[in-house]
């Protein structure tokens, strides 16, 4: 495969052509240092194969940010131990300057005398305003710490600096944010100053690391204006480029542009964004710079990874998302097992989401990450025959990890497919690139000692001749006791997604919860009337906020009602009643309804085990208080399989 190929860039060559791109972890220790957590997932990045990895955001002073910094020399042999194991696996390791969004001793001062208000506005203020106020001087005064701290990494071993260009950098050179009218502002001479002189002075200050640069690129939207505001458009973009050469770049990561943005601009979730989105700006640049260029953005399989590789599209290809869901991917091409690779289903629910809520990074199909070396499958101190309820993702984790382990496994499923809930989650718009996670389970427990029985229910005569039981039964379309419930046109939102009924005409949908805004929305898109009935004050909560935007704009586009604070009263033949609190008003209402999908939750669905004289362990939606998420289903069965 050409993506396993070398490439030299600089005087330095990488064993490969796969990138780990900058991301926000929250893995680092408070001084910014690398902590063992951030070393952990690193290093593990560079035992399956990666190539090049970049840690993001990492600010050269000491800033409120929580990201990593490096600006003093005590920090240096944390991030040479980093290096060093990267090296050890024969990765390279890069380093992304960036600077954050206000005046970091300003901000400092007012913490210093107490200001806590002032401070805490001055921690949120935007770049857009930042960078129109920073004086001359400050801008100076920052390419001398990001001088400072190269020369540092360059200590430490590091290999690679990389300059954010989005951000700071790219907000100057914008010319949707950037306002000023002095040497730094107006002209595109002007506007790409601080970016130019800064890699101008690096690579005076490192000229042995390698200089890459993100060129964040400003990309016009399908129903009209732009996507992003921090960088430039794809004309401007390539004018940068052979700008940044000339001035000693070594490499460009073209990347789309986002600051100010949302956070779905540069990561989006799935089905919001074509694959490969940014591709065609990478090809652009590509033809008129020397260097190589690297490109990001949903390239989710070695097969499309090595297509923009070899077709002359990039000479290297960025995987963030995706080495999160499987640290060895690079591994799995070079044995020939590209298909076993856990493909990213891009649900921004561990990643994203999590760094936005001031959590660590995360991914929901893969429990080892965030836990490298901690969570380990470890070989089985003898070998058992487990029986496994259920072929559902938790079911199935179960079976993979306890296969792992040296047992021989066996999976009873009732049904006449594997994959269990995953096939109602992937039926909303949007949603089908979940079905990743079910094509990745067929693929390695192909090769792994585990033998399925559908159609069939494990009796308690057949579970005792088991060593141990794994229940992973899910759970079902909870039915509430409402007057009028037992009428013919009221269904599960489940049997509707899973294609068991058939409504239309005008519905009404009990529950705002996940399940049901996406339900409303499948129905709105095949031309029913939807009205969305939620006892909360907002709907669809537990959706991650990259998805929202999206989901809003559709139901509003299919003119979807949304009644929260409503609670359902009572079902007659050809409407509901509901009652909306206001505050201290209730008020009653009528709303005519064809069919009525109830998709108030759900409850755990245990079998019949009576009987049953060995151990029986529970994961996934059946075990727990309530049933919960794929993560939950992922860790759970993962944790309970491994202590076997």
């Not at 990494?153 to 950037?178: F, P, T, W, Y």
């Not at 629910?349 to 470890?378: H, M, P, W």
């Not at 537990?542 to 929202?548: L, Q």
């Not at 009528?590 to 362990?617: W, Y």
Request: aromatic share 6%; hydrophobic share 40%.
């Amino acid at each position: 495969m050409k993506i396993l190929e070398p490439i030299k860039i600089g005087n330095v060559t990488f064993k490969n052509r796969i990138m780990f791109p900058p991301l926000t972890t929250g893995y680092e220790e408070k001084d910014g240092s690398i902590g063992e957590q951030s070393f952990n997932f690193y290093k593990r990045l560079a035992e399956g194969g990666v190539g090049y990895i970049v840690i993001g955001d990492v600010a050269p002073l000491a800033t409120f940010s929580p990201t990593p910094k490096l600006f003093k020399e005590e920090q240096i042999p944390t991030y040479k131990k980093l290096a060093d194991a990267c090296h050890e696996y024969g990765a390279k390791l890069g380093l992304q300057l960036f600077h954050p969004e206000y005046n970091v001793a300003a901000l400092a001062a007012l913490f210093a005398q107490g200001k806590m208000q002032e401070a805490r506005a001055q921690l949120h203020y935007d770049m857009q305003h930042y960078i129109n106020e920073v004086s001359e001087e400050g801008l100076n005064e920052i390419i001398g710490h990001m001088i400072a701290c190269a020369k540092l990494a360059e200590q430490a071993g590091v290999d690679c600096i990389e300059v954010h260009g989005d951000r700071l950098v790219g907000s100057l050179c914008s010319k949707i944010l950037n306002k000023r009218t002095d040497n730094y502002g107006g002209s595109f001479e002007n506007r790409t100053r601080f970016a130019l002189t800064l890699v101008k002075a690096l690579k005076e200050a490192v000229p042995n690391m390698v200089i890459d640069y993100k060129l964040p690129v400003i990309t016009p939207l399908a129903e009209g204006g732009l996507r992003g505001k921090g960088g430039l458009e794809l004309d401007e973009a390539i004018e940068l480029a052979k700008l940044l050469v000339e001035a000693g770049v070594d490499t460009l990561h073209v990347a789309q542009a986002n600051h100010t943005g949302n956070m779905a601009d540069t990561i989006p979730p799935m089905g919001t964004q074509p694959y490969g989105f940014t591709v065609y700006c990478s090809e652009e640049v590509k033809k008129v710079v020397d260097v190589p260029v690297s490109c990001v953005g949903r390239i989710v399989t070695p097969q499309a990874a090595e297509a923009v590789v070899a077709t002359g599209k990039a000479d290297m290809v960025g995987l963030g998302r995706s080495l999160l869901a499987d640290p060895d991917f690079v591994k799995r091409c070079e044995e020939g097992k590209a298909g076993c690779v856990r493909t990213c289903i891009m649900c921004n629910k561990g990643c994203t989401d999590n760094i936005q809520n001031r959590a660590f990074l995360s991914c929901v199909l893969n429990a080892e990450n965030g836990y490298e070396y901690k969570r380990v499958i470890t070989p089985a101190e003898k070998e058992k025959n487990i029986a496994i309820i259920g072929a559902g993702i938790a079911g199935l984790e179960a079976a993979r990890v306890a296969a792992l382990k040296g047992h021989k496994v066996t999976v009873f499923e009732k049904s006449l497919r594997a994959g269990g809930q995953l096939h109602i989650a992937s039926v909303p718009p949007r949603k089908e690139e979940m079905m990743r996670a079910l094509n990745y389970f067929y693929a390695v427990l192909a090769e792994l000692p585990v033998t399925f029985r559908f159609g069939t229910t494990l009796t308690a005569e057949e579970a005792n001749q088991y060593d141990e039981v794994i229940v992973a039964t899910g759970a079902v379309n909870a039915m509430p006791p409402i007057k009028g419930s037992d009428l013919p046109q009221v269904v599960s939102s489940w049997d509707v997604l899973d294609k068991k009924e058939l409504v239309f005409g005008k519905v009404a949908v009990i529950g705002g919860g996940l399940v049901g805004v996406e339900t409303a929305e499948y129905l709105a898109g095949q031309g029913c009337e939807v009205t969305i009935i939620e006892m909360l004050d907002a709907i669809a909560k537990e959706e991650s906020v990259t998805v929202m935007p999206t989901l809003t704009k559709e139901l509003d586009a299919h003119k979807v009602v949304r009644l929260v604070n409503t609670k359902l009263d009572e079902i007659t033949a050809d409407s509901i009643t509901v009652t909306t609190t206001e505050g201290e008003e209730s008020k009653t209402s009528t709303i005519p309804a064809d069919f009525v999908v109830m998709a108030v939750g759900a409850k755990k669905n245990l079998p019949e085990l009576e009987g049953v004289t060995v151990p029986v362990h529970y994961v996934g939606d059946c075990a727990g208080e309530r049933p919960s998420n794929i993560n939950h289903a992922v860790e759970s069965a993962y944790d309970v399989a491994n202590a076997l």
